[in-house]
């Protein structure tokens, strides 16, 4: 007998909605429960059942956690670098990978497809619901969730694939009369407008949701859906692009489009300011005193200014720190929509725990890490670059004798430093690299590094110190377990309390949260009003949160580059920048910065030089090569899809 678990979001009360599914000759999965039972209507007669159905429409979405597998679009492009060579985001990146043979987990097409003909089936008949047990409005709301849920399997085809094929109803498939017509990008995004619109007239406010159902979706998360949709589709890869004007369809119509529309940019903005307009949601911050360590804010003018209008008075540190790190603010002000997925606590705690701990499995830790070029995107504590610093609070050279005054206080192993490192004890423990030094509060909330303590259950030694130098106990040995290969781990969704590989604490994982509400309402509202002050007001609260200066007004071309270097550093590792690099069509940038990196998501990829023991280890080094070509902007549709069947189904150009 197989269980289906569809874990639904939640902390200590999460709705865990199980299906029990049996069938004589075969175990059924989520999607075969709809489709193998003998009489569909019999399905409705007991509230069991109908939650049961129910649940298996949401039996498809993306295990999110899972960066070095099943969704490895975190672990892709110039953001991760994966811990061993078989891992999916290292086959992304170097572009090993082609209609035929991509790995069957990554094969969204049909997975979704399979999602989308579930909930078609559920709207279909769940009307036929008749159990005396259920209240008054109880179907309509699953209802509503469906819904969302089939929009939502869409948007994520419309991200992957381009244009999808619509299908919104169950389809005989024997008769063979089936749909195989990709619909217009125009057509896709209309048809998901509409859906979302329709689906959040009946999902709740998130305020109304059951503390037991925590986690479905509400009305703002159809609204986030459908900004994030609309902010797609004006992005420069789909609006305007003259290098897809000759995809087009049986008809010879451009699926894409013809010509640039600004107006697109100006639904986006729209889109996004009726979420921010809802007064639902807020930057989540902590006080600046309140029983423990402040961290100071670095040197420079305004940083004495109250939060929200500045960035005194909250501690940014613990405020970032604590959006993905579980704990007492789990559930907090700032997420819209957040899910809880199998094995997620393992899956985001093993991403950056040090495989020495002594609570530690030496199997799955070092999946993915971070690359240099991400590291050298974060800022200075004083909100500047590390170009513009480079040489004085910046150092890009060997180790440190100095702490930095506010985020490694004293000799950084003492409790009111909160980044523990111990650094002057070089000759016992590893000394951190100058170049992690002085660095903002997202930093050290996102990237572990060499040196860096983790917590620990031992009265000799409370922190471990990871050492990430060849044949160490963390660091890189030529056998079969991942390894860090950057010298740079992931820890934002470490606690500072954790003491197990598991996670001390529930992770969070967020899908939507306010933080890129605001980034994305800038953006759209930048390439259609530049000059507008939202751009900057709500740029600027994102800033001071991480405990930043704000920006002055700059042209258009300055404030899309300052927008996008935040959206790398606040968004790092919650699966938004490999879309966005392909959405802006700066994905096959290769232009290189003056540390080497390419700004787009091929060419050399620096790192630690993880391969040595010796003081070398500390040098920026080339460890790998990412490619990218033209047609990796879309995956390719699957081989036997386009050529078994669905007929004559339009492949993405180049493959």
């Excluded at 921010?276 to 600046?288: D, E, R, S």
């Excluded at 000394?431 to 030094?437: I, T, Y």
């Amino acid at each position: 007998m197989k269980y289906l678990a569809i874990k639904i979001f939640g902390f200590m009360t999460a709705l865990l909605l199980v299906a029990n599914l049996l069938s004589c000759k075969k175990y059924l999965d989520a999607e075969e429960y709809l489709h193998e039972v003998n009489n569909l209507n019999d399905i409705w007669n007991s509230r069991k059942d109908i939650r049961q159905a129910w649940a298996a429409c949401y039996g498809d979405l993306p295990n999110f956690t899972e960066l070095h597998s099943s969704w490895p679009f975190s672990g892709a492009g110039d953001e991760g670098h994966a811990g061993l060579d078989t891992y999916a985001p290292l086959l992304l990146s170097q572009n090993k990978y082609n209609s035929d043979n991509l790995p069957g987990e990554l094969n969204y097409w049909t997975k979704f497809y399979k999602a989308i003909r579930t909930c078609n089936l559920f709207l279909e008949n769940s009307h036929l619901a008749n159990d005396k047990l259920l209240k008054t409005g109880e179907v309509l709301g699953y209802q509503a969730d469906v819904r969302f849920l089939r929009a939502y399997y869409y948007s994520l085809l419309l991200e992957i694939y381009g244009p999808f094929v619509i299908v919104d109803k169950t389809v005989d498939y024997a008769s063979g009369n089936y749909p195989t017509k990709r619909a217009s990008l125009q057509q896709c995004v209309d048809f998901l407008v509409a859906e979302l619109d329709k689906a959040g007239q009946d999902l709740p406010r998130q305020a109304d949701i059951l503390s037991s159902d925590l986690g479905r979706p509400s009305k703002a998360v159809a609204m986030a859906t459908k900004a994030r949709i609309l902010l797609w589709a004006a992005s420069p890869l789909v609006n305007g692009n003259p290098e897809y004007n000759s995809f087009v369809d049986s008809e010879g119509k451009p699926f894409f489009g013809i010509g640039y529309d600004q107006g697109k940019w100006a639904k986006a903005a729209a889109a996004y300011k009726e979420i921010i307009n809802l007064n639902q949601y807020q930057l989540f911050t902590l006080p600046a005193n309140n029983g423990y360590q402040t961290v100071p804010l670095g040197d420079f003018p305004g940083n004495n200014v109250p939060w929200p209008n500045g960035p005194a008075n909250i501690d940014p540190y613990r405020s970032f720190k604590a959006l993905f790190s579980g704990g007492n603010d789990y559930w907090n002000s700032e997420v819209i929509w957040q899910v809880s997925r199998p094995n997620q606590n393992y899956n985001l705690t093993a991403l950056g725990w040090p495989r020495g701990h002594k609570a530690s499995n030496a199997l799955y830790t070092g999946r993915i890490s971070v690359t240099q070029k991400i590291v050298d995107g974060f800022f200075m504590n004083n909100g500047r670059t590390i170009e513009e610093e480079n040489q004085k609070l910046y150092k890009d050279v060997s180790t440190s004798r100095e702490a930095d005054g506010l985020y490694i206080l004293g000799d950084g192993s003492n409790t009111s430093s909160p980044v523990h490192t111990n650094f002057l004890n070089g000759n016992v423990y590893p000394a951190v690299p100058n170049r992690v030094l002085n660095r903002e509060a997202r930093f050290y909330a996102t990237i572990g590094f060499h040196g860096r303590g983790f917590k620990q259950d031992d009265k000799t030694d409370p922190y471990y110190y990871v050492d990430y130098r060849a044949e160490t106990a963390d660091g890189y040995i030529q056998t079969d377990r991942p390894s860090v290969r950057t010298g740079y781990s992931i820890v934002k969704y470490i606690n500072d309390g954790d003491m197990r590989i598991e996670g001390s604490f529930e992770k969070q994982y967020p899908v939507y949260r306010l933080a890129e509400v605001y980034l994305s309402y800038a953006e759209a509202l930048n390439e259609t009003e530049p000059g507008n002050p939202d751009i900057l007001k709500y740029l600027n609260l994102v800033r001071y949160r991480a405990g930043l200066p704000g920006y002055s007004q700059g042209s258009k071309e300055d404030v899309r580059k300052w927008i996008k270097r935040e959206r790398l550093v606040e968004l790092a590792f919650e699966g938004k920048r490999y879309f966005d690099m392909r959405r802006w069509k700066d994905a096959e940038d290769t232009q290189r910065d003056v540390w080497g990196n390419s700004a787009g998501v091929g060419g050399s990829v620096y790192g630690m030089n993880y391969k040595v023991t010796d003081i070398s280890f500390y040098d920026r080094t080339i460890i790998d090569g990412y490619s990218f070509k033209k047609k990796n902007y879309f995956f390719p549709l699957p081989y036997v899809e386009v050529s078994n069947h669905w007929g004559e189904l339009i492949q993405n150009p180049g493959w």
